[in-house]
């Protein structure tokens, strides 16, 4: 019943006028999560994610997509995105509700690294992009939910770009926001300090990420940092100016005929005590992909936090996609 209502609604917003689009498929993705995971003892077993995608082509240069998240015992419009790019043109445009080029964030763990929580970013944004061959540059505006100037300036004054190399065992990226305090964790954690996102000015990120692959293993490795230092009250009590750095190594094999990963991970954050990152964090992860039956996972993680206490947490997660 639950898909049978997302579909009609997915029909409406991408379709239309049903005589003109009849004729489009639209092309479904779900995905469940669910984890069980216990530290210091304690325990819990919750759905972590819920997620329904939805994509149209409406003809041979317009695409849209639609996604609907369950996360944090709360359903949201994840993404909303037409896309646009001309038959024989490498120049693209994607227009609407998205998570902005910032940061790459490709982990196998099951928990979300430092990198994503410091910067992911997610806005109503205007984007153009050029890609050839294994290169890919884009340009990108909207207008934040920080104010500089302690709320006067009310317009679209955010922007960004990225610049990204993939091939089939390399990928290499860079990119630039010119207010990481927009990121999604950085929003909440101004508002909660200042009681508003009001700023004085706008604090600029840079992110870097790099991989390689050789035959079965693969390396990632990312840094996310501000440029500057956020104002004494904007963040923390002090000046601080967070960064994140995140480090990877994968092994697949099979394991009785399934294919599996076992991947360590190694993290590190600096000023970033209030942002719900720990100090530093090593973590275990092995993999196993059962094809039809889903994805299922164990995660040791270790970290340490700011005050200098350690905290140990066990996750079990089954994964399926459908």
């Known amino acids: 019943m639950k898909k049978t209502i997302i579909t009609t609604v997915v029909v409406g917003a ?3 006028h049903s005589s003109i689009y009849a004729d489009q498929s639209i092309e479904l993705s779900r995905l469940i999560e ?12 919750v759905l972590a994610t819920a997620e329904v995608g939805m994509s149209a082509r409406i003809n041979d240069e317009v695409k849209g997509e639609l996604t609907f998240l369950y996360e944090d015992e709360r359903v949201d ?11 024989g043109s490498d120049m693209f445009y994607t227009l609407g509700q998205m998570y902005v080029p910032f940061g790459r964030f490709e982990s196998n763990m099951v ?5 994503l929580t410091l910067a992911e970013t997610r806005e109503n944004t205007i984007q153009l992009g050029y890609h050839t061959g294994s290169f890919t540059t884009s340009l990108y505006v909207f207008n934040g939910t920080n104010k500089e100037n ?4 009310n317009k679209v004054d955010n922007f960004g770009f990225q610049l990204a190399y993939e091939k089939l065992d390399y990928s290499f990226g860079l990119s630039y926001l010119n207010d990481i305090g927009d990121s999604d964790g950085l929003q909440d954690t101004i508002n909660a300090t200042l009681g508003s996102n009001d700023t004085r000015e706008h604090v600029a990120g840079v992110a870097m990420n790099v991989g390689f692959a050789l035959n079965d293993v693969n390396v990632l490795a990312e840094y996310v940092t501000a440029t500057d230092a956020f104002e004494a009250g904007e963040l923390d009590v002090v000046a601080v100016k967070p960064s994140a750095g995140h ?3 994968a092994y697949a094999f099979g394991l ?5 990963t076992f991947a360590l991970a190694y993290e590190v954050s600096d000023e970033a005590r209030t942002l719900d990152i720990a100090k530093s964090r090593e973590m275990a992860v092995l993999s196993v992909n059962l094809l039809k039956q889903g994805t299922i996972a164990f995660e040791y993680v270790n970290e340490g936090a700011y005050d200098g206490s350690d905290n140990r947490v066990i996750t079990a997660q089954y994964a399926l996609e459908f």
């Open 14 to 16: 991408f379709a239309g």
């Open 34 to 45: 669910f984890e069980a995971a216990s530290s210091q003892g304690k325990s819990d077993v």
């Open 77 to 87: 419009v994840d993404t909303a995105v037409i896309h646009i790019e001309k038959t």
């Open 111 to 115: 928990s979300d690294p430092f990198t």
């Open 150 to 153: 302690l709320g006067e300036a």
């Open 247 to 249: 480090f990877e190594m």
């Open 256 to 260: 009785d005929g399934y294919s599996s």
